[in-house]
């Protein structure tokens, strides 16, 4: 994938925009969140801004209005893979840090989560929370979701990040915790220069 360097060297500046992809159970707001208290930038969750209550999603216009309001200033930490926003998120970012792990290693953190979710009853947006029935037997599981999109993002995104669009974005692709444990050092080491 072009544009994508070791992390150190990628890394020779605090980025201002970032964005933080990835199939859904692999860490994607828990990095976000992490990533916008060591840069002292505010995080935006994607899936904050799209759901509305009783798990029905915001109107297409609605979204876009409030992921361009939330990232309009000039420093942020977005979380979230919506296509539809891309042109917001991808368009105005300096870095995109791509959490590719294996779907195996997904999959048990996709587990892990929902789990603690569902016997916690925890509140994630407008009110809703995951239910069992449906975290698990259903055809809107998560991890049906997870099965559907993890091969697709990974021979989709390249190409891509490859299109002119996107020429602007530096790229850090993570595919172990190793990796992100390395990223997250050079980012503090960025942090305090």
């Given at each position: 994938?072009?544009r994508?360097?070791?992390?150190?060297?990628?890394?020779?500046?605090?980025?201002?925009?970032?964005?933080?992809s990835?199939?859904?159970?692999s860490?994607?707001?828990?990095?976000?969140?992490?990533?916008a208290a060591?840069i002292?930038?505010?995080?935006v969750?994607?899936?904050?801004?799209?759901?509305?209550?009783?798990?029905?999603?915001?109107e297409a216009?609605?979204?876009?209005?409030?992921?361009?309001?939330a990232?309009?200033?000039?420093?942020?930490v977005?979380?979230?893979n919506?296509a539809?926003v891309?042109?917001?998120?991808w368009?105005?970012?300096?870095?995109?840090?791509?959490?590719?792990?294996?779907?195996?290693?997904?999959?048990?953190?996709?587990?892990?989560?929902?789990s603690?979710?569902v016997v916690?009853?925890?509140?994630?947006?407008?009110?809703?929370?995951?239910?069992l029935?449906?975290?698990?037997?259903?055809?809107?599981s998560?991890?049906?979701?997870?099965?559907q999109?993890?091969?697709?993002?990974?021979?989709?995104?390249?190409?891509?990040l490859r299109?002119?669009?996107h020429?602007?974005?530096r790229?850090?692709?993570?595919r172990?915790?190793?990796?992100?444990?390395?990223?997250?050092s050079a980012?503090?080491s960025?942090?305090?220069?």
């Amino acid at each position: 994938m072009a544009r994508t360097s070791p992390v150190p060297a990628i890394l020779d500046r605090l980025p201002d925009r970032i964005v933080v992809s990835g199939t859904t159970g692999s860490g994607k707001t828990t990095l976000a969140h992490e990533i916008a208290a060591i840069i002292g930038a505010p995080h935006v969750e994607l899936d904050a801004l799209h759901w509305e209550p009783n798990w029905t999603e915001a109107e297409a216009a609605v979204f876009r209005a409030r992921v361009a309001e939330a990232t309009a200033g000039g420093r942020w930490v977005v979380d979230g893979n919506y296509a539809m926003v891309r042109d917001l998120t991808w368009g105005r970012a300096e870095l995109l840090v791509w959490l590719d792990y294996p779907i195996g290693r997904i999959f048990w953190q996709l587990l892990c989560r929902t789990s603690r979710r569902v016997v916690t009853r925890e509140e994630l947006w407008q009110g809703n929370r995951e239910r069992l029935r449906t975290a698990f037997f259903s055809r809107d599981s998560l991890f049906v979701w997870a099965l559907q999109t993890h091969w697709k993002r990974r021979r989709t995104y390249p190409p891509q990040l490859r299109e002119p669009a996107h020429a602007h974005l530096r790229v850090v692709r993570i595919r172990s915790p190793r990796a992100l444990r390395a990223f997250m050092s050079a980012l503090r080491s960025a942090a305090w220069r």
